[in-house]
């Protein structure tokens, strides 16, 4: 009854590479998110999709591309992974967009670039 | 600029010693200030929601207050399972959540 579901959990790759994380959440929320937590513990929204639509796109390289093939379900694509991509990634998701509604997070991907 | 600053960096205590940690924030219009609790290799794990300066909210050993630059999390009489990184968010007018660096707490039994 996992509410939001991230794969893999842990990824180790070659410089270079391509990969991708997926997320899923049963919780019927309309809004999902992909957030970047590096070691020093600092949470940064990367993107966020409100039913399919991307509607927050910070400051983040072109290699990472998100793609919502349904409101459940938000994937995240990394090209040429660089060094310091290595980081904690978390999807978390929402009922909507509006004030106050609470994020609810998937366990994280561990991803480290060799 | 929205800012959040969480201190202090971490903190240990006693197993049955009450403190408070605090989190300070300037944001354009504040729709909600969230604490969450966060385990070590786990995501976030939501706690409270607060949403006007005044408002008070309680869980357990666990109490949250809100002013209009600060939020207080009072942890009274904590148990070595109230160990853990407590991350404090505010939501900004654009319904952005900006998220402070977290406080380190470690119960000592």
């Known amino acids: 009854d996992t509410a939001v579901s991230q794969t893999p959990k842990y990824l180790v790759t070659q410089m270079g590479n391509d990969k991708s994380i997926k997320c899923e959440q049963n919780?019927?929320?309309?809004?999902m998110y992909w957030y970047k937590q590096d070691s020093k513990k600092f949470l940064k929204i990367m993107f966020s999709y409100n039913n399919k639509e991307l509607i927050i796109n910070e400051t983040v390289p072109n290699r990472f591309s998100p793609k919502s093939p349904d409101k459940a379900h938000l994937n995240l694509h990394i090209n040429s992974l660089e060094l310091g991509d290595s980081a904690v990634y978390f999807c978390a998701s929402s009922q909507d967009m509006t004030g106050g509604k609470t994020q609810y997070f998937g366990p994280g991907t561990r991803l480290l670039v060799l | 600029e929205d800012q959040v600053t969480q201190s202090p960096e971490a903190l240990r205590l006693q197993e049955g010693e009450s403190s408070s940690l605090n989190c300070s924030y300037t944001v354009s219009g504040l729709r909600g200030l969230f604490w969450y609790r966060q385990d070590p290799g786990k995501g976030p794990e939501f706690l409270f929601t607060l949403y006007s300066a005044g408002e008070e909210k309680e869980k357990e050993r666990l109490k949250a207050t809100l002013t209009k630059k600060e939020s207080f999390l009072h942890i009274t009489a904590p148990k070595p399972e109230d160990s853990a990184t407590y991350l404090c968010a505010v939501q900004d007018s654009n319904y952005q959540l900006i998220w402070g660096a977290g406080t380190k707490l470690i119960i000592k039994p």
């Open positions: 919780l019927g929320h309309d809004t």
